[in-house]
């Protein structure tokens, strides 16, 4: 059985590098993480520095990306930011994965009661305002940066658990699953071994579809100021900011804008390739 | 998604050979008007805002009308009034020919009930302080007293309206001009509810009884209200505008949409960022006016290290206050050196406030604190907004290169922001203060110890005592003189640190002609036409 498991993770990679785009995606996302990684020793100003006899100026030699409307470095706060709305994309969706995969696998594996009644919490999730729910988590923890990917991701894991469900639910039914626990496999092993690898293509979609929903999300929670607090940056932050004055200072939106696309569009090619590669069911030697 | 619907309907309309509103208007003479938010209410005696103030000016007025032009105010439903010698006692002879909209007579006693209403306790009023000039007006209003006839106002005859006041108040006239002491119908009111009843179907369209020289029409939730001329009002001949339509668009960015294509004659106001490239691309349409108001770092004085006089000293040195207006606020605001606005017509206060970094951090040297020792992180809170935020994030980088002073931002709701201020759970505070009536009382009496929009903890018995000795003082000269005084206190102890005085800043279409400006931003719309050059 091991044996056979580890050739089905390593065809998965080699499946997933042999495909250009997502070998590409896989780069550039490595690439900015690796950036964001090293960005205070790289950044070539302070976030926080302001030139206000500068203003808002241009792409320069000076600032590659131009200046905002206090004469900051927005190269620098671009970097900055992205080691924020990395985080938080990548974190919260991580809780969300964790969360709603398996609170979605136990339900539509256990059927019945246990299903009615997980399904019905999380209904009753759905309906508590969400913002609500943040705030009180920040007013009872105070504001900090790991609680609030927690508090992202616990309220994402909703639909992912409805996703999930619903695949095991037909999976279940499958002859493949009839004959492991006709052969007296645990429970547990089902899961992890049969069901949560077979959920992996709608899962990973939907997950890379979670990170650019988080990131926007990061952005208004600061914006209410509930995240990262001024002058600390995000993408998201900055994205909104430069919309306002798109046009009279372009270069606040492009750039910002453009970092953010070239991520979210490289998290949904790697999601693709993943499910592609991962999909048991398109295993054939 | 309603923005990009918005946006789409925009590029459409523009698109299309559609007619402007503001072409048709040239027609029909309606005045469309951005005004901020939706109105909590249109009872006079009840709203606070000034959304609600821009309409109620249009369907109310009282016995004075506020002047186009800022000067003393107009006749309104009082045709004259004379004074008595020692300031205390005004008689007004109301006009005969005013009327409410149903054709009733405006009466003396109209104002006395509409002035009761306000002073009950159980009505609530947030402004009845507007009238506690008046002789045992606030005994009343705080229920010490319960007989409304020892309150000094009085109908001599249905023409005669005759006001004691508690001190003398030489702004008293002004005070008129507020909507608070516009007189409301006495049988619209209990035909709906009674004299003390909130939010009643009284102001309704169509249950509504104004004597203003405009009459609601109409009132879509969310959407528009709109007000058409009246034809009871007594000075018919100067109202020119057929109707005027209030929208209410609390979207700065979207207003300025709907100003550009067309949609509105006037904004409430402009987004900070556009300001810049506004004063080229529209020079005939921005418009930047002094405002009665000042910006200004409110300080706890009950946190240490801020307890120490000598810090807040030093946090006012090491603010640039020109460099902030000119380069982050950019909207022509004038860097505050007083609590009170200066009027060059008026009160002009004497204090000075320097910027001096130097000196800033030598008195932060000789308080002990230094590298080893330094300035403990202050936080300071503003509510949600980027205009704040930049201000902030300025005067944040200010302290930090001027003084080594850290700071701490935070941001929080309206409410949140509101209710830490009251219980005196902050360090520093972005405050804004707009005044009611063009008097320096508006903005120092604020200070008094006690007041409910004190908020600092400061509290300075030789200042109070300036104040009362200017609420005896008789002639003006004195009274400023007493206010001056008091002002050199507050800004040498500095609870407060004064940033900016305010600017008003909004887009007003050419067509409209007769809008005029003033300190108080408010003005009636008589004489307002809509003519093209």
């Not at chain 2, 938010?37 to 249109?42: C, H, I, S």
């Not at chain 2, 300071?380 to 701490?408: C, F, P, R």
Request: proline letters at 6%.
């Amino acid at each position: 059985m091991a044996n056979t498991e580890s050739s089905l993770y390593e065809d998965a990679f080699r499946r997933l590098f042999s495909n250009k785009l997502s070998l590409f995606s896989f780069c550039f996302i490595s690439f900015i993480t690796i950036l964001a990684i090293l960005t205070p020793w790289i950044a070539p100003y302070d976030y926080a520095y302001q030139d206000l006899d500068l203003g808002p100026s241009g792409p320069s030699m000076a600032h590659w990306m131009g200046t905002d409307v206090l004469g900051r470095d927005l190269l620098t706060r671009i970097l900055y930011g992205s080691r924020i709305s990395l985080m938080v994309g990548f974190l919260a969706t991580m809780v969300a994965l964790f969360i709603g995969v398996i609170w979605g696998t136990i339900a539509g594996y256990a059927g019945g009661k246990i299903d009615t009644v997980m399904m019905r919490i999380v209904d009753a999730m759905y309906g508590v305002p969400f913002i609500i729910l943040i705030i009180l988590l920040m007013v009872i923890f105070g504001r900090n940066l790991v609680l609030l990917f927690v508090a992202i991701g616990a309220v994402e894991w909703l639909t992912m658990s409805r996703i999930v469900r619903s695949q095991v639910r037909s999976l279940s039914q499958q002859e493949f699953v009839l004959a492991a626990q006709a052969m007296g496999v645990s429970s547990v092993d089902i899961i992890f071994r049969h069901l949560i690898p077979n959920t992996v293509g709608p899962v990973i979609v939907y997950a890379t579809l979670t990170v650019p929903q988080i990131m926007l999300l990061e952005a208004f929670l600061s914006f209410l100021g509930l995240g990262v607090q001024a002058p600390m940056s995000s993408w998201g932050i900055l994205i909104r900011d430069g919309a306002v004055s798109m046009e009279e200072y372009w270069w606040l939106l492009i750039f910002p804008s453009i970092l953010f696309s070239l991520t979210l569009y490289s998290l949904n090619f790697i999601g693709d390739g993943l499910r592609d590669a991962l999909d048991p069911r398109t295993v054939q030697n | 998604m309603k923005k990009i619907i918005y946006i789409t309907l925009i590029f459409l309309t523009a698109c299309s050979s559609y007619e402007k509103p503001v072409d048709s208007s040239l027609e029909t003479q309606v005045l469309l008007i951005g005004n901020g938010t939706e109105p909590q209410d249109l009872d006079p005696h009840i709203v606070t805002g000034v959304p609600e103030s821009k309409i109620l000016m249009a369907l109310l007025e009282g016995l004075v009308i506020r002047h186009p032009d800022g000067k003393s105010p107009l006749p309104g439903v009082a045709q004259s009034w004379d004074i008595s010698s020692n300031g205390l006692i005004y008689t007004f002879n109301l006009r005969k020919n005013a009327r409410w909209s149903n054709g009733d007579t405006v009466d003396a006693h109209d104002f006395v009930y509409s002035w009761k209403r306000v002073l009950l306790p159980s009505l609530g009023s947030q402004y009845p302080d507007m009238l506690y000039d008046i002789k045992n007006a606030e005994p009343f209003n705080k229920g010490e007293i319960t007989d409304f006839n020892e309150v000094g106002v009085k109908a001599i005859n249905d023409y005669q309206l005759q006001v004691t006041l508690a001190n003398p108040a030489p702004y008293f006239i002004e005070l008129l001009t507020h909507y608070t002491t516009r007189p409301v119908h006495k049988e619209t009111i209990e035909q709906y509810g009674s004299i003390d009843s909130v939010g009643t179907k009284w102001t309704r369209p169509g249950n509504f009884v104004g004597n203003g020289p405009f009459n609601l029409k109409e009132w879509q939730l969310n959407k528009v209200i709109e007000v058409e001329k009246s034809n009871t009002y007594w000075d018919n001949s100067a109202v020119k505008l057929n109707g005027i339509k209030f929208y209410p668009i609390d979207n700065v960015t979207r207003e300025d949409l709907m100003f550009r294509s067309g949609q509105l004659h006037i904004t409430g106001s402009i987004p900070q960022e556009k300001i810049d490239s506004y004063k080229t691309l529209y020079p005939q349409e921005l418009k930047i006016f002094p405002y009665f108001g000042t910006y200004y770092y409110r300080i706890n004085i009950n946190k240490p290290p801020l307890d120490e006089k000598l810090v807040r000293d030093a946090l006012s040195l090491g603010l640039d206050r020109k460099e902030l207006v000119d380069k982050v606020a950019k909207g022509g605001q004038e860097p505050a050196f007083s609590f009170t606005p200066p009027d060059k017509n008026g009160y002009y206060p004497t204090t000075k406030l320097e910027f001096n970094p130097t000196k800033a951090k030598q008195i932060l040297n000789d308080l002990g604190y230094s590298e080893e020792n330094p300035f403990p992180k202050i936080e300071l809170l503003y509510n949600t907004s980027e205009g704040h935020q930049k201000i902030a994030q300025a005067i944040q980088q200010m302290w930090k290169t001027n003084l080594g002073v850290d700071i701490e931002l935070t941001n929080t709701d309206w409410k949140v922001y509101l209710s830490r201020q009251q219980i005196g759970d902050y360090s520093i505070s972005r405050a804004g203060w707009i005044g009611d009536y063009p008097d320096p009382k508006t903005f120092l009496d604020m200070m008094v110890t006690g007041r409910g929009n004190n908020q600092t903890g400061w509290s300075n018995q030789e200042y109070d005592s300036l104040l009362k000795k200017a609420a005896n003082a008789t002639n003006q000269t004195e009274r400023f003189n007493y206010f001056n005084e008091a002002e050199k206190i507050l800004m040498d102890e500095k609870p407060i640190i004064p940033i900016y005085t305010y600017t008003r800043m909004y887009m007003l279409h050419p067509d409209v002609k007769g809008w005029k400006s003033n300190l108080l931003d408010t003005r009636p719309y008589q004489n307002i036409e809509l003519i093209r050059d």
